[in-house]
């Protein structure tokens, strides 16, 4: 079982910054897929990014590329979400996700384990 803490979330202005964490509360470091999602109020819940285990491979929606960084600290067990040049439509819930898998990414249907998520308001 992986727990899955973010944080970081907040209020910025649309062209600012915000960097999310996700805290897992044991070793992830092996095999495991983390992921990035997140949710608009009346939306479904949509991909924003995927990393491998080692950091050496990542994924992004087109929404984001570009704009936002994934990375992970194994030695921290913790996935991070850099997230430049915000815009409105970046609003939502964010979340965290992650999987023994090694392949896929993108969907939602790929991850086990999923955070609480946390709030990204952007305005304009």
């Known amino acids: 079982q992986v727990q899955l803490v973010e944080s970081g979330g907040g209020l910025v202005q649309a062209g600012g910054s915000l960097r999310l964490s996700c805290a897992a509360s044991?070793?992830?470091?092996?095999?495991?897929?983390m992921g990035w999602f997140r949710q608009a109020p009346g939306k479904e819940r949509e991909f924003v990014a995927w990393?491998?285990?080692?950091?050496?491979?990542?994924g992004y929606s087109n929404s984001v590329k570009g704009r936002f960084t994934i990375s992970r600290d194994n030695s921290k067990n913790t996935c991070y979400l850099q997230m430049n040049s915000l815009k409105p439509e970046d609003s939502a819930v964010y979340y965290c996700a992650a999987t023994p898998s090694s392949v896929g990414g993108s969907k939602l249907s790929d991850y086990y384990y999923w955070g609480q998520g946390t709030q990204v308001t952007v305005s304009s």
């Open positions: 990393i491998t285990w080692s950091g050496g491979s990542t």
């Open positions: 044991r070793r992830t470091s092996t095999n495991y897929r």
